[in-house]
């Protein structure tokens, strides 16, 4: 069966190109594109001008199966993501217990598959428990479908222990995701150093913890020459570490958070725990660098790094409620906002949101060529709305984007050429 998508703006990140265009679909994969006399189909969706681009490959989504299903199952993280546009989870192994043998990994690739109606890529722990005292079979973990390996944030202290499982990882061509941080003066904090710290009396951490933290990654990467990628560069400091990281030719990415490319410190307020996640929220001066970086593509990947926490872990005191903010409907609308300033192009966004975390990672989605999967999400980005968190298809509401006044609705969704989401229902 073949599938016409007509009269749509084609937002093609590998072309870098945002024009008006067609697109043909046959047995869920793209076939062909263009500009001209549009092809016969067996069915046609007409995009009425809206736009149409590769569904999002989200990395560092956390859904919490198995340990916390009252957070998040995979049926529920599946629906917002298909509702956010995105086609590709690729999922943490921060969870209760953590995903470090072949045998919880096969548990959740059964699961995912039973239940989600967008693709999972799954990650493993790095190091056993997450503990940082013992690396995975990586081998196993692998063969068992794992596409990178991860303790999530929290950081190996013992470097001897890193840099055998970055050795071994080289030796079997696995990607490493590291959360940098130098975890002595990152303990604890609750947000930035700084006046805003100060007048709140909340416990803060340096910048330089994250420069501190990369830097270590970055000398082990090159004792090692293991694939290295950072999942959340936040601050300025941190980014002549990366460029002259990538100048060198070792074989680093990095991304961040789309939370950071849209929010600052000072957003916290009265100290709001939606807005704690981590690492906390950095100066705008920083905002804007990070901004800057992902145009110019120093930053090459944006994720949603979706978070659920339940309503007793939030309603807490700023210092003791839990880290982490929902994403993965909230995604699409928030790089919306940076479009809008004329700070990041659409194909530029989906660059960062599609294309670069599908190269990165081995997948063959993100591109809107012939041969890639019809994994593809229509959205509208100018459609005005106001966020109502109990509105979301997420299980757990923890979002900071409550109640604002946001731009760009997800029309419709689809994986491998079938509709997973449709914004009329």
Known sequence: ?????????????????????????????????????????????DCGGKCLAPGIVDIGVKVCEPGERHKESFRTAGLAAAAGGVTTMVTRADTVPAIDTPEVLEFVTRRAGEDSPVRIAPMAALTKGRAGREMVEIGFLLDAGAVAF???????????????????????????????????????ASVTSGKFAALKGLPAVSPMAERMGLDRDIALVEMTGVKYHADQITTRRALPALERAKKNGFDVTAGTSIHHLTLNLLDVGDFRTFFKIKPPLRSENDRLAIVEAVASGLIDTISSFH????????????????????????????AMQLYHAEMLSLPQLFRAMALNPAKRLGLPG???????PADLVMFDPDA???????????????????????????LQTWVGGAKVFDAKG
């Open 1 to 45: 069966m073949t599938i016409l998508f007509k009269n749509a703006r084609l937002i093609d990140p590998e072309q870098g190109t945002d024009a008006p265009g067609w697109l043909l679909v046959s047995g869920g994969t793209i076939t062909q594109a263009g500009t001209g006399p549009v092809p016969h189909s067996d069915e046609v969706v």
């Open 150 to 188: 991860s303790d999530g944030d929290t950081v190996t202290t013992d470097t001897k222990v890193l840099s055998r499982a970055f050795t071994y990882a080289r030796s079997l061509d696995a990607l490493v995701i590291a959360h940098p941080q130098e975890p002595g003066l990152s303990n604890g």
């Open 307 to 334: 978070t659920p926490q339940d309503e007793e872990s939030k309603r807490l005191p700023f210092e003791e409620a839990a880290s982490g903010a929902v994403g993965l409907e909230t995604l699409l609308p928030a």
């Open 366 to 372: 993100g591109r809107l060529s012939a041969g890639a």
């Open 384 to 410: 005005p709305f106001v966020l109502n968190r109990f509105e979301m298809l997420s299980k757990s509401k923890n979002t900071p984007f409550d109640g604002q006044r946001m731009q760009g609705r997800v």
